[in-house]
């Protein structure tokens, strides 16, 4: 039809609300495109980015982190037909902006939900409250690049943690077409973090890293790395959430599991006097 | 200080035997090797006890293993309910027994154990029995399933206390357990087992193993166990947590600490230093949560400090079976020795200690309670666990640098706060990276309300709603 000569995209990493490329220079094809092959310097680049960012996202109220997990939705929503295009399923596409107006919701209740007052023996106001782990490590399913992703950072991040992600390894276009949704939709930079590459050259250095506080390792769907990444994970006593031991069907109720395993619960005891 | 006559608690309440075997599958074994705990104050062999074999582990993981899928998995959330009644009631009519017991074997003063570890194991046994016929309305769907076998080690700082924490919630929840008593501190768990047969509790639910490093390695690592409980020091925090790397089995960790107790210049400054000596002489230091930093607003620095060695002049250390006794024995040789050494680093390393002038009994193993000043955040003493009576203190000068002070640590067990207004509580304990924050109080533990760690304190919640997470398939 045309004669024009197409514009193709750059894929590049997302850390620290910015696109750059890989400290390393690598790249790696897929789908006749050249990906960012993110390196050890990257996940050390993301993980202090990830760290900056937690006193700015889980100091915002909870009205605001889920104006903005709305906002992604909404911004996913008009990119629908691009995911499509990418060859995601138009139901995966749905289900994932759906997820994050479902978990945009959470934001100010889940302290409600998972919090409590506690009744002591005592003459005490005592209370129970969640609060963000802080930087969570994310191994996102290789096999649900954009619904499997949204699934898995949205309930990280609405309670106040900042992630960095390792992007399916094989599919990695939607997550960096999911990073210029995030970059539109007022989240601040930092809080959610994108690197595509080889999840068995830097898983291990994100499950290392002493400035992590906790690991997902859903998509660690082979058993030996999974072992050694929550292995790594023990040094500084890292949250780890396993892989499921059967297959996750990530169209189906996600329930509050993957909100909880981020969460600390802080008790504070204060006297009744007068 | 002026004397006091002695008083000191009858130990003829309690019948200790010469030698303890292995409670499994509600019998007693006699375990294949033996060793002997001793009386903390005295040195005083009191018992011999098994040290569990791998093998031995296994045929009480078996045990367990029988009695869930045949006995407990399948007996009513009503009826489990009413045999942990059963058990706290037996707990409080022995009440006496058990906290002379306790004070022997660990060196914690009788007051102590009276007044505090037992009628807590009591109270999280009463706790844990009423939820056992309501886990569809905790919050973990309608219907929660219980994990399994729970493998559960603890320490020697409350043993019984600790035991409560560990087995009440498991049997509520549906589980049965095999738990390994500290090395140090066995006779309790060993007593408490005994209470389990007087409860008619259906043989293999609860089973105690008793060893040391070895035992409970071949506890947590055992395949047959689905989850695994353990409380003690970030080290063996960490092992656990690699030796169950790549398997399926539930893990909750409730590890060491540094707290900062935090005192600010409106404080009321004889309230806090009650506080102070509560948070760090409290069971001789040997407390996990213990307020071992203490963080004092520059400008009541010197009231503060002169009121504290005042205070800690009053202490009195001697016979963990005297009611009037403050500071009992520390518990072992091992955990005098660090404690020693620690304090020798925060000499050298140029802080200043201090002590009250103290008399301390001939045998047994004893430090007198301690406090180092110009202690920097650099100090091995403001860094690591001493878990013994030994108070770091170190100053500020605004609520911002008290909060970055107190964060300045790999741990994040408990806090302290100390001040009259009330704003300024609720903006600390927004900030310290801590799973429990006291507020013009110290060292308070209730059956209700949840209690563990940030980062490298570990993970998971003991006590409270929270408590049940740990043993429910959810």
């Given at each position: 039809m045309s004669d024009r000569l197409a514009v193709r995209k750059t894929y590049k990493l997302y850390v620290g609300g910015k696109f750059p490329r890989s400290e390393s220079g690598r790249s790696y094809l897929v789908q006749d495109s050249n990906v960012a092959l993110a390196s050890r310097k990257d996940v050390r680049d993301a993980v202090v980015a990830a760290r900056a960012a937690v006193k700015g996202w889980s100091g915002a109220t909870a009205y605001n982190r889920g104006q903005i997990l709305y906002r992604i939705a909404e911004m996913l929503e008009g990119r629908r037909d691009q995911f499509i295009g990418l060859g995601e399923a138009p139901a995966d596409v749905d289900a994932a902006i759906d997820r994050w107006v479902w978990y945009a919701g959470w934001s100010d209740k889940i302290a409600q939900v998972y919090g409590n007052a506690n009744p002591v023996a005592g003459p005490y106001f005592n209370l129970s409250a969640p609060e963000p782990t802080g930087v969570v490590g994310v191994v996102a399913p290789p096999d649900s690049p954009l619904l499997g992703l949204v699934s898995v950072v949205a309930p990280a991040i609405v309670t106040g943690n900042t992630v960095v992600v390792l992007a399916s390894e094989g599919q990695p276009l939607p997550a960096v077409t999911l990073a210029e949704v995030l970059a539109t939709s007022d989240l601040p930079g930092g809080v959610v973090n994108i690197l595509t590459g080889r999840v068995e050259e830097t898983g291990p250095w994100l499950a290392a890293h002493m400035d992590v506080n906790a690991i997902d390792l859903t998509g660690a769907l082979e058993a030996e790395l999974a072992r050694s990444l929550e292995e790594a994970a023990a040094d500084n006593l890292k949250r780890v959430v396993r892989p499921s031991a059967t297959p996750i069907d990530w169209h189906a109720d996600p329930g509050l599991g993957r909100l909880t395993a981020f969460l600390e619960t802080k008790t504070v005891w204060h006297p009744k006097g007068v | 200080m002026f004397e006091y006559a002695p008083a000191p608690e009858s130990r003829s309440i309690v019948d200790i035997k010469p030698s303890y075997g292995l409670f499994v599958n509600g019998e007693w074994v006699d375990g294949e090797n033996r060793n002997k705990t001793v009386n903390p104050a005295t040195e005083e062999v009191l018992a011999e006890v098994a040290w569990a074999t791998e093998a031995e582990v296994d045929s009480a993981v078996g045990a367990a293993r029988t009695a869930y899928e045949k006995v407990w998995s399948r007996t009513s959330g009503r009826e489990r309910a009413k045999y942990l009644y059963r058990i706290a009631r037996i707990i409080q009519e022995r009440s006496r027994e058990l906290a002379v017991l306790e004070s022997i074997d660990n060196g914690k003063p009788i007051r102590e154990s009276r007044d505090v570890d037992v009628p807590l194991v009591a109270a999280h046994f009463f706790y844990y029995a009423g939820w056992a016929d309501k886990l569809g309305y905790a919050g973990f769907g309608p219907s929660p399933r219980p994990v399994g076998v729970a493998g559960q080690v603890i320490p020697w700082n409350f043993p019984l206390l600790m035991l409560a924490w560990k087995i009440a919630p498991a049997l509520a929840c549906g589980n049965t357990v095999v738990l390994k008593p500290a090395e140090t501190t066995p006779l309790t768990a060993l007593l408490f087992a005994e209470i389990c047969q007087e409860a008619d509790?259906?043989?293999?639910v609860v089973n105690i193993v008793t060893g040391a490093g070895d035992t409970g390695h071949a506890l947590v690592s055992h395949p047959g166990v689905d989850k695994v409980a353990f409380t003690g020091s970030t080290d063996v925090g960490r092992a656990i947590a690699r030796a169950v790397a790549g398997t399926r089995k539930k893990l909750t960790l409730e590890l060491g600490g540094k707290a900062a107790n935090i005192v600010f210049d409106d404080a009321p400054i004889d309230q806090a230093v009650e506080g102070i000596v509560n948070g760090i002489f409290f069971n001789q230091g040997h407390v996990c949560c213990a307020g071992s930093r203490l963080l004092v607003q520059e400008s009541v620095y010197d009231e503060v400090l002169a009121s504290l060695k005042r205070r800690m002049a009053l202490l009195r250390v001697g016979d963990?079976?005297?009611?009037?006794?403050?500071i009992g024995a520390i518990n072992s040789a091992a955990q005098l020795d660090r404690i020693r050494t620690l304090s020798e680093i925060g000499a050298s390393e140029g802080a200043t200690q201090w002590s009250p002038p103290c008399s301390l009994p001939d045998r047994g193993f004893w430090f007198a309670p301690t406090i180092f000043t110009g202690v920097t955040q650099a100090h091995r003493i403001a860094r690591e666990e001493i878990f013994g009576p030994v108070l770091s203190v170190l100053t500020f000068r605004t609520p911002a640098e008290a909060v970055e002070k107190a964060n300045n640590t790999p741990y994040g067990l408990s806090a302290g706060v100390w001040t009259d207004k009330g704003s300024r509580i609720l903006w600390m304990a927004d900030r310290l990276r801590a799973g429990v924050v006291w507020a013009n109080t110290f060292n308070k533990f209730d059956p209700t309300a949840p209690f563990g760690g940030y980062k490298e304190s570990g993970y998971g919640r003991e006590g409270g709603r929270h408590g049940l997470e740990a043993y429910l398939d959810v």
């Open positions: - | 509790l259906p043989p293999g963990p079976l005297d009611k009037n006794t403050d």
